[in-house]
């Protein structure tokens, strides 16, 4: 097989895997070059695995409920694997006034984009999760969010478009993108192999702000670590997708008995990078806590394994996609600031549909990268 | 680094094997045939094998069957077991009850007896 | 099925804690304070300490060290609890596992 | 949060080892291990060790483990039990299990001395009860005093699958066979030779085609394999049997420095996953030291001497000694490990065929493709002799780091000379006094002493015999020989159980003179 493909995607992550099937769907041509080792091996294998929309910036609504509405449902038949989708519901749980308040205002401005959420009371949550401790007081119930495995979901995706005709290369790490007579064209790796294509999709996390860089295009985005941790199975508790106001903890139960919670310490954005996926030692224990204050029931579940992920944290919290005005050729897709599962299928089906038609369904228009200005 | 990472290399059709049944993982009841299929599905790496199975990912963490799914891996993509690197270790090396992970003792107390 | 080693050439007479009671599955049982429940399940002929949670099989001892958790059973209610290491106590419930749950899988 | 100078995860032989030189040379040093005793394997290890004097050769397992807690105490080591290190994380922090909690630990070197998990290997039934590792066996038997089981076939002809089917008979177990896939014996000669000549029959180039049984095993068939292991037909054996027992090799247990994100490589030779490190245990991550087999796996006597090196290499690290005395001390040792890894069993030789003996005689083929040694074979060997009266008849006849014999015998009848693999010579002229010390010492209970001709048309042969019942003087019954098969009538004419013999009781039996050469063991009837 050659170097040169009509797209040339960058990133194996959900993403990119995503994006390339949903391309390979449409009868394109694609490379997908993975940086690591693995596919899906960044924040696609490293998240709570919430399919939801509440709590979403409006900006990213639409995308996601496009989604929701005519991805998700299908999505295991489609790929041949079972991407484990539950649609039943998201609590978003708060304890105190601060907390009610922040949800509240999170409930309007999705109640103004047309989603299916409200506010209800502590009774009411346990009356949905009887395990949820006397501390909660109040939560935003949004009954058409879910969760779904992101490990089958994203290596689905990889083996679907693999069976496709995608030609994945994992292990070529893209350190140049170039353009010819104006035009992107070119991307070269580490090891020195230079692939060509007339688009190139961008889709490699926070890597992707270095590579966008040797064209001249920077995204205000950092990298923040984030950490999840799973317990062994338990017998069926409860199916929906939890989160909480401040974000403390979030997760659910798995088809496997597994609880998945992702979390916080706190110190996310300032912990060190030794180059390794060493956790920070001081987060799992935090989560613990936090989870027991709201699941008093799970205390006794051992912990079988932590890790952690580095999140693309854009400046404003909502990805940066589409096409960039300066760089004719280049489609970003990166910055999804650590919820960029649930929105995956969605943001990838509409960018296959850019780059094959040169329209989408969903209006991009509040994410693409022209968005950012400094404040006065 | 991996021994292959052009994914569309012919590794040749799955065929079916009398011993297919065989469990090797055998927290999570993985069977030798699940493992094969999924290296003809794309699965070239331990890591992926274990993030699409669940090989290695139950209450023993692979202390079991980390070395015996390398090796069927291994035969299937025609490699050597060495050139395949194991999955990752996390933490905790043994399964910890979330009550116990949460209480963090020298945070409440010195004890005085434990270090200088 | 097992049984103890009443003289070892090497190691001579075990010793030995105090003899304590307890249940397997709702039998009163004997077994040494201290030493892994395993053992005293051993020692006891019982072989089989849970089934598996996809394909109902049995499962017993297997590294007798803590690494395998092949051996796990419910422990005072508490499942997942391995019983190679996990002390014997006066007075504690033993039962036999399924899947991950006390009660017998349904036919 | 709480620091010491030198944190050791391991409280096995090269934990501890680390762990007394540390403390003796000042280091502040805490060891922590996830058992409720320490010791790591040493304390079922009931058999007397190779080696020589510094290796604590002819000390059996768990003395050397307690002698090791002693000094351990005596140097100021805190050794803290039923501590699980969960992690270890950057800046060479670990969290560790204590009780009802968790504990943080920086220390300012760590040593990993975690050692190594077993391999394992599947066949139709694997994960049916009654099918247990090798090592699970041991601590069934040797800690908690709990028979594994009645009838045990053991597939592992290495050392631990030898030293373990001994284990077995010694507490009463019954080994049905023992099988190895691979052509030849894969341990020590001495150790098959020993189960062979009780009547444990082997079978090599054999392995498990499955374990019969419902709820738990009832028997098993083996079935001998081609040379690309594929079942022969028609060569099925079935054996009634309630558990198998693997030894198929061991892995290093070195998941705590993957997930530090220690350089690591994956090397056939030392057993698998293994942190890149040099040879006093640095590790790509600096202040991070390993020792034993979680870099390699080896025996426990060369465990104890890397736990050593790394302690030591760990004070200079702190500036507790300097870099001449970090030298001088590793000269020493480095020549102790140098030792143990001669011979046949070398690591370097691991996987090749030795045809020959380093003197030059051709190994034994017999010996290595059913345990025993014909009686043809067994002429050939330096330490088997002929002449008037008692004398030592020493069936050792592989190079291994081996020399208790030559120091055991009172009257200098035994000699193995510098090189410490060569095999054991009697000393021309010497004169034996039947005292026993070499057969005791043996720890491959490869010596006998015969008298090969009373004058009454009897010989008397002396053996090791370290099992219960132990007969009594005048106990009729048969000589077995090497292949544990009843070749003549044999009584005890005496049972000598001295201190000084180390829980290694002495059988005198009467064999017909013709039997002399031939019977090895003793069966009562």
Known sequence: MGNNAEIIVIGGGIIGCAISYYLAKRGADVICLEGSDHFGNGGSSRNGGGVRQSGRDPRELPLVMYGIRNLWPFLSEELDVDCEYHQDGNLRLGKTKKHEEILTGLTERAVKAGLDVKMIDGDEVRRINPYLSEEVTCASWCPTDGHANPLTTTLGFYKAARKMGVHFLSGEKVIEMRKVKGVLRKVICASGNIYEGETIVLAAGYESRAIAGTVGIDIPMQPAMLEALVTEAEPPMFDQMLGTAEADFYGHQTKHGSFVFGGSSGLEGFTKDNGTPVCYAKTAPCICRGIMKYFPDLAEAKIVRTWAGWMDRCVDGVPVLGKVEEVPGLILACGFTGHGFGIAPGAADQLAELITTGSTQVDLSALRYDRFRAKI | MNAVNDRSRDIGPFIPGTDDDILICRCEEITKGEIRKAVHDGMWTMTEIRRYLRTGMGLCQGQTCAKLVKAIVAKELGISPAELEPATSRVPMRPIEMRIFANELADKKEDGQDGK | MAERIKEHPILGIPEKGTLVKFTFDGKEMEGFEGEPIAAALKAAGVMVHRYTKKEHKPRGIFCAIGRCTDCVMIVNGVPNVRTCITPLKEGIVVQTQYGVSAEPFKQ | MKRYDLIIVGAGPSGLCAAIEAAKRGLNTVVFDENEKPGGQLFKQIHKFFGSKEHRA????????????????????????????????????????????????????????????????????????????????????????????????????????????????????????????????????????????????????????????????????????????????????????????????????????????????????????????????????????????????????????????????????????????????????????????????????????????????????????????????????????????????????????????????????????????????VVDGSQCINCGMCVASCSGQAIFLVEEDCGDGTALVTLPYEFLPLPEDGTKGKGLGRNGEPVCDAQVVSVKNNLAYDKTPLLTIKVPKEYAMKARFFKAL
């Open chain 4, 58 to 425: 002819k000390v059996r397992g768990f003395v050397i483990g307690r002698q090791l807690l002693d000094e351990a105490d005596r140097a100021g080591v805190k050794v803290v039990l039923n501590a699980t290190v969960i992690g270890l994380y950057q800046d060479k922090e670990i969290v560790v299990k204590i009780g009802d909690g968790i504990e943080h630990y920086k220390g300012d070197a760590i040593i990993i001395a975690t050692g190594a998990a077993e391999n394992m290997v599947t066949f139709p039934g694997w994960t049916l009860p009654g099918v247990i590792g090798a090592g699970a066996a041991q601590t069934m038997m040797n800690l908690h005093g709990v028979l594994p089981g009645k009838k045990v076939l053991m597939l592992g002809s290495g050392n631990v699958g030898l030293v373990v089917s001994f284990q077995l008979m010694q507490c009463g177990c019954e080994v049905t066979a023992l099988v190895d896939a691979a052509p030849r014996v894969g341990g020590y000669g001495v150790h098959a030779a020993k189960i062979a000549r009780t009547g444990v029959p082997f079978y090599l180039s054999h392995t498990i085609v499955r374990a019969e049984g419902e709820e738990c095993v009832t028997g098993v068939v083996i079935a001998e394999i081609d040379s690309h292991f594929q079942f022969i037909p028609g060569t099925e054996k079935h054996f009634d049997v309630d558990t198998i027992c693997l030894a198929v090799g061991l892995s290093p247990m070195s998941q705590l420095l993957k997930m530090a994100g220690c350089k690591m490589e994956d090397n056939p030779k030392r057993g698998g996953q293994v942190p890149v490190c040099d040879e006093y245990g640095r590790t790509s991550l600096p202040g991070v030291f390993v020792a034993g087999d979680v870099s390699g796996i080896e025996e426990a006597s060369s465990a104890m001497i890397e736990g050593k090196m790394a302690g030591i290499a760990a004070a200079e690290y702190l500036g507790y000694i300097e870099e001449e005395e970090l030298k001088k001390e590793l000269v020493s040792l480095e020549d102790a490990l140098n030792g143990l890894r001669q011979g046949m069993f070398a690591p370097e030789n691991r996987g090749k065929r030795i045809e020959t003996t380093e003197e030059g005689i051709a190994v034994s083929e017999n010996l290595l493709e059913h345990g025993f040694i014909t009686e043809e074979e067994i002429e050939r060997f330096p330490g088997i002799t002929h002449k008037a009266g008692i004398h030592p008849v020493m069936e050792c006849t592989q190079n291994i780091p081996c020399n208790p014999c030559q120091d055991a015998c009172p009257k200098g009848c035994i000699s193995i000379g510098d090189k410490i693999t060569s095999l054991p010579v």
